[in-house]
């Protein structure tokens, strides 16, 4: 029997596992980003930390670019 697609077996497995921790990354970002701002406002921060809003727009863009380019791997079909 043949594989679905081109990417199979372990490799694909990991590659799922990655994609999945990207897209929870994606999901929480914005949250934990404004948590970070809160608790660093009461506790102070420094000059790298909290990442400025356009900074985290930025590192956003990077996690969806990373997603939309390992769904699109892994939706390669098998072909020979």
């Known amino acids: 029997m043949e594989p679905k697609y081109q990417i199979h077996?372990?490799?694909r497995r990991q590659l799922?596992?990655?994609l999945a921790n990207?897209?929870?990354?994606?999901?929480?970002?914005?949250y934990y980003h404004q948590l970070d701002k809160?608790?660093?406002s009461f506790y102070g921060g420094s000059?790298?930390?909290p990442m400025s809003?356009?900074?985290a727009?930025?590192?956003f863009l990077e996690i969806q670019t990373e997603i939309k380019n390992l769904e699109l791997k892994l939706s390669i079909p098998y072909n020979l």
Do not use: P, Q
């Open 22 to 30: 990207l897209k929870s990354i994606a999901k929480n970002f914005y």
């Open 57 to 59: 727009d930025a590192r």
């Open 47 to 49: 000059s790298d930390y």
């Open 9 to 11: 077996g372990v490799e």
């Open 38 to 40: 809160d608790m660093t």
């Open 53 to 55: 809003d356009d900074r």
């Open 16 to 18: 799922k596992k990655e």
